[in-house]
């Protein structure tokens, strides 16, 4: 069997890995970034995109420059997998039809394909359409596509292909809370070992909102939820603060943050590893605030149960509450809904 991976952040990485290790006795193939520290044991081909993977536009010149590099990388891409157009049978793990390569590969690449999908944040776990996606977006990267010969398609029923026939099934965390659970099996995880927690704060930053409401509504926003962090009786100025900016989307004046808790011990943290790891490996703390960020959904998941029992996760949902009642289900603290 035919395996082949699209792998465009550092915890699919390792969710592909992890599954090629199961499929071992096919042939493994990823597509992931030249960025990423990739275990090439696992597969028997990697084809490395020369770009980078996170789109930190903060202009329309800037995001169509980003949308022609990565769709340039894409191309080279294909022409070193060409070969696999013709295979009997092709598994096709990726994540969202909304990436150009998924979506080619999905809907145009081969006729033997069948997809498999790899849980995207918590994407998986609510109702999400070619209605919930800027049409501007999706216009601008179909004309872009084009012009490199690759075509885009618009896609009907939920933006993770599950709806569709030739998928297979959903690898997620969560199977029982998913969309479609009927097509959900569990995927991977990682043995994470903690034993205990500190006291500090992580905030977790969701800069993509920058693109699609703008810095100041962005700011304003998370002003206030830094507001109600430090209004919280539990506060106080022993307790080091985290900021983790979201991989993707524009970079705020942190400054403005930073001064808020002049009192406090305050660290930005961009450094280029998952969330996860970030937070099992060093951070460790028991308070966690977002406003609806996935990887407060995958901390969670990947604790152990009686640390998760301790782990004190509060969103404030940035726009829509779809993701309340997963929220809930999970004992998160939901600080406002809709503001």
């Known amino acids: 069997m035919n395996n082949l991976y699209i792998a465009l952040s550092t915890h699919h990485?390792?969710?592909?890995?992890?599954?090629?290790?199961?499929?071992?006795?096919?042939?493994?193939?990823?597509?992931?970034?030249?960025?990423?520290?990739?275990?090439?044991?696992?597969?028997?081909?990697?084809?490395?995109?020369?770009?980078?993977?996170?789109?930190?536009?903060?202009?329309?010149?800037?995001?169509?420059?980003?949308?022609?590099?990565?769709?340039?990388?894409?191309?080279?891409?294909?022409?070193?997998?060409?070969?696999?157009?013709?295979?009997?049978?092709?598994?096709?793990?990726?994540?969202?039809?909304?990436?150009?390569?998924?979506?080619?590969?999905?809907?145009?690449?081969?006729?033997?394909?069948?997809?498999?999908?790899?849980?995207?944040?918590?994407?998986?776990?609510?109702?999400?359409?070619?209605?919930?996606?800027?049409?501007?977006?999706?216009?601008?990267?179909?004309?872009?596509?084009?012009?490199?010969?690759?075509?885009?398609?618009?896609?009907?029923?939920?933006?993770?292909?599950?709806?569709?026939e030739k998928v297979k099934y959903q690898l997620v965390r969560e199977p029982r809370y998913a969309i479609r659970p009927e097509k959900s099996k569990n995927l991977p995880k990682e043995k994470r070992s903690l034993s205990n927690l500190n006291d500090n704060i992580l905030i977790v930053g969701q800069e993509p909102y920058c693109s699609s409401f703008g810095k100041k509504v962005y700011m304003d926003k998370l002003i206030k939820l830094v507001q109600i962090i430090k209004k919280n009786k539990e506060f106080n100025n022993e307790k080091i603060i985290f900021y983790k900016p979201h991989r993707h989307g524009p970079r705020i004046e942190v400054k403005t943050i930073e001064q808020i808790f002049n009192n406090n011990t305050f660290q930005y943290v961009e450094e280029d590893i998952s969330m996860e790891d970030l937070f099992f490996d060093k951070i460790k703390c028991k308070n966690i605030y977002t406003f609806d960020s996935s990887a407060v959904f995958s901390i969670f998941s990947d604790s152990p149960i009686n640390i998760q029992n301790e782990l004190n996760i509060n969103v404030m949902p940035f726009h829509k509450s779809v993701l309340n009642m997963l929220f809930l289900k999970l004992n998160f603290t939901i600080l406002s809904n809709d503001i």
Do not use: P, W
């Open 13 to 164: 990485l390792k969710y592909c890995e992890m599954i090629a290790e199961e499929n071992k006795n096919g042939n493994n193939v990823v597509i992931t970034s030249d960025y990423f520290d990739v275990n090439t044991e696992r597969f028997d081909k990697v084809v490395f995109l020369k770009k980078t993977a996170y789109n930190q536009s903060d202009s329309i010149i800037s995001k169509i420059k980003n949308i022609v590099d990565k769709t340039s990388a894409y191309k080279k891409a294909l022409k070193e997998i060409d070969y696999l157009k013709d295979a009997s049978k092709l598994n096709l793990f990726y994540s969202s039809l909304e990436d150009i390569l998924s979506n080619y590969l999905f809907f145009n690449f081969s006729k033997n394909i069948q997809g498999i999908i790899i849980e995207d944040g918590v994407l998986n776990y609510y109702q999400h359409s070619l209605k919930d996606v800027s049409s501007f977006n999706f216009f601008l990267k179909k004309v872009i596509a084009l012009s490199f010969g690759l075509r885009l398609n618009s896609y009907e029923g939920h933006t993770t292909g599950i709806d569709y």
